[in-house]
């Protein structure tokens, strides 16, 4: 059924250009679906905005926002307020999977696997808080965004020039192995895919850059641990209490001789990118789904909270 939908994107996160990419090709997409679409490059007003999507008259917001503000809970929150269905995640899941400490906590107590971690602070000085090599994020970016991994014989300390906003970060144990992420639609899961980098790391270049990264679609894993890929991306989606669409990021690690692979959560994606390197997209048109066809469906099972 065609509907009046407002794609919303942009806003003021350091992801704003991938946000960007993703709504002009969502808006595109939903175009060839057969809905009425409006774009709505957001700002940094969030009255201005509620005002804009109130008169836009729509009868659902896509949701292409990423980062903060739009994958936090923020917006979310608003357009229940306003009784507008959206796409993807409500508030307590977008607000549970943007914290990564917190869904952390949440994977563990469902029997997730997940890194060995800790979240540090500024007042913790400049000691090594893990073993290294660990990898250094914080807590409530997406996209990669200012992450990197301490290095045996790296001379700076580990956090001597602090790239993030807050005062805490997440520190977590690098697994070696291979980038696998899976993607889920409502109740199932549709495929998992493996990254491969030559920069050694998906980091936000390689995600976002041309040729910055290579896909094999399926992930080229034994069936039992394929399944079990799939069976993760799947928990974590419910575990946070997800809807609509998600993409949960894992490491594969079968690098240990005489050992059995073993496989950790790394986050869930609760507003995956919808860009032409998306994975996302690419996961569904494998499973048969084109991508007007993926939006579309999104935005047929749109809603606000309960």
């Known amino acids: 059924m065609s509907k009046r939908v407002t794609v919303v994107m942009g806003g003021a996160s350091a992801e704003r250009e991938v946000s960007l990419a993703s709504g002009r090709a969502a808006a595109a997409a939903l175009e060839a679906a057969g809905h009425e679409v409006i774009t709505l490059d957001v700002?940094?007003?969030?009255?201005?905005?509620?005002?804009?999507?109130?008169?836009?008259?729509?009868d659902v917001v896509f949701n292409a926002l990423h980062g903060r503000f739009g994958e936090d809970g923020c917006i979310q929150g608003m357009l229940n307020l306003l009784e507008i269905p959206y796409t993807h995640s409500g508030v307590l899941a977008s607000a549970a999977a943007m914290d990564k400490a917190f869904a952390r906590l949440l994977f563990q107590g469902a029997g997730i696997p997940v890194a060995e971690g800790r979240v540090v602070t500024k007042a913790d000085g400049a000691a090594d808080p893990l073993a290294r090599p660990y990898?250094?994020?914080?807590?409530?970016?997406?996209?990669?965004?200012?992450?990197?991994?301490?290095?045996?014989?790296?001379?700076?300390?580990?956090?001597?020039?602090?790239?993030?906003?807050?005062?805490?970060v997440l520190v977590e144990a690098f697994v070696p192995g291979r980038e696998i992420t899976v993607a889920v639609m409502g109740d199932r899961a549709l495929g998992a895919l493996e990254i491969t980098s030559d920069r050694g790391f998906y980091d936000y270049a390689a995600k976002y850059s041309a040729g910055g990264s290579r896909h094999l679609m399926p992930a080229p894993l034994p069936p039992a641990d394929y399944a079990e890929a799939l069976r993760l991306g799947l928990l974590a989606h419910r575990v946070l209490g997800c809807r609509g669409v998600s993409r949960t990021d894992l490491r594969y690690d079968d690098t240990r001789p005489g050992q059995p692979a073993r496989m950790v959560v790394l986050e869930t994606n609760t507003q995956p990118g919808m860009t032409a390197t998306s994975l996302v997209p690419e996961i569904a048109q494998a499973a048969g789904i084109s991508f007007p066809e993926l939006v579309d469906w999104m935005v047929e099972n749109a809603q606000c909270d309960p």
């Open 43 to 58: 700002g940094r007003d969030a009255a201005e905005l509620a005002h804009l999507i109130a008169a836009s008259r729509c």
């Open 135 to 168: 990898v250094v994020k914080p807590i409530n970016e997406g996209s990669s965004v200012g992450v990197y991994i301490v290095k045996p014989g790296d001379t700076k300390t580990p956090l001597e020039s602090w790239p993030f906003e807050g005062d805490r």
